[in-house]
């Protein structure tokens, strides 16, 4: 495992876990495309129903799970800044620009992007998003205020921005919307239970768990009858219009990763798998003739569960095992 991602891993791993409320301190070591490593700290609040809109300052490293206003204030040049947005996974993201005081033609900018990315890694992967890369980026100084609202298509995305003049930035407002059939996510824990629908649409869908887990699949409907099996040198269930496979791997990025199982027949009853990578993927490759429909549950492994990995080393391969 390359030792970059692993550190990368270990601070989204810290940050979802205060995302919980397990820790108020997060140290986050982050390598966007053009910065190798950045190091910054967040406090992290979520907004109760009912309170008054959330307000504070925005750090040039940031992530924020919350709903509320926040403003970026630079006090010296502020080169290589991004924040992170999250939020449940039956929500999108909307993000306002409220006001922006940067410079473009000194080399400014402001950034949105339509998902997340690191170390030049993209999550939803290319072949799941339902835009071109070219528009999964809106950036400010080419749009200016005729974008003032950017919906995310899921429940993460993301800004980048440079500000160079100290007094300049901008304030942005963060909400979110209900997602009816969520495709595309991100989870905010090592736990939990979710169930993914495709409503005779034409897309893949995947569901990332950024830590090794036990997910177990206790309903699945497809659109056709075929098998099960793990994934060795065959095809497996490639080629078949609708299945949803298991996948594992060390970065961010689903197209990349290695697939563990297939699986390509409707069932009822728990199929349980354990995956020792840093980042677990459930995804659906839909057809668009049916409703493709697959209920699971997920817990992280336990450390001891990862010190004597059967077959391969957990290291090459991960962890698998039915």
């Known amino acids: 495992m390359a030792p970059t991602f692993k550190l990368q891993c270990h601070f989204i791993l810290i940050y979802l876990m205060a995302l919980r409320g397990e820790s108020r301190y997060l140290e986050l070591r982050e390598a966007v495309d053009y910065d190798p490593f950045l190091l910054f700290s967040a406090n992290l609040k979520r907004e109760l129903p009912g309170e008054q ?55 400014d900018f402001l950034k949105v992007f339509d998902g997340w990315i690191l170390k030049g890694e993209k999550f939803p992967s ?119 496979e298991l996948l594992g791997g060390t970065g961010l990025d689903p197209s990349k990763m290695m697939t563990l199982a297939d699986l390509c027949y409707p069932f009822h009853g728990p199929a349980q798998m354990k995956i020792g990578c840093d980042n677990t993927v459930l995804r659906m490759v839909s057809s668009g003739k049916h409703v493709n429909r697959v209920t699971f549950e997920y817990r992280q492994l336990e450390p001891y569960e990862l010190e004597n990995p059967n077959g391969n080393s957990i290291q090459e391969f991960c962890l698998s095992t039915l």
Do not use: W
């Open 126 to 244: 290319s072949q799941d998003h339902p835009l071109p890369m070219t528009e999964r980026y809106i950036d400010f100084c080419e749009s200016g205020l005729s974008r003032r609202s950017i919906r995310s298509s899921q429940n993460v995305a993301m800004i980048f921005f440079r500000v160079h003049e100290p007094g300049n930035g901008f304030t942005l407002t963060i909400k979110t919307d209900p997602n009816l059939f969520p495709c595309n996510v991100i989870s905010q824990t090592p736990n939990g239970r979710f169930t993914l629908v495709v409503p005779h649409k034409h897309r893949n869908c995947s569901f990332s768990i950024i830590y090794p887990v036990v997910i177990k699949i206790s309903d699945l409907t497809l659109g056709n009858l075929n098998g099960l099996q793990l994934k060795k040198s065959s095809a497996g269930c490639v080629g078949i219009g609708d299945f949803v």
């Open 53 to 107: 809109l959330y307000r504070r300052a925005m750090r040039c490293l940031d992530m924020l799970s919350l709903q509320g206003q926040f403003t970026f204030t630079a006090d010296r040049p502020q080169l290589h800044c991004a924040a992170f947005f999250i939020a449940e996974p039956e929500e999108f993201i909307t993000i306002h620009y409220e006001l922006v005081s940067i410079d473009c033609e000194s080399g």
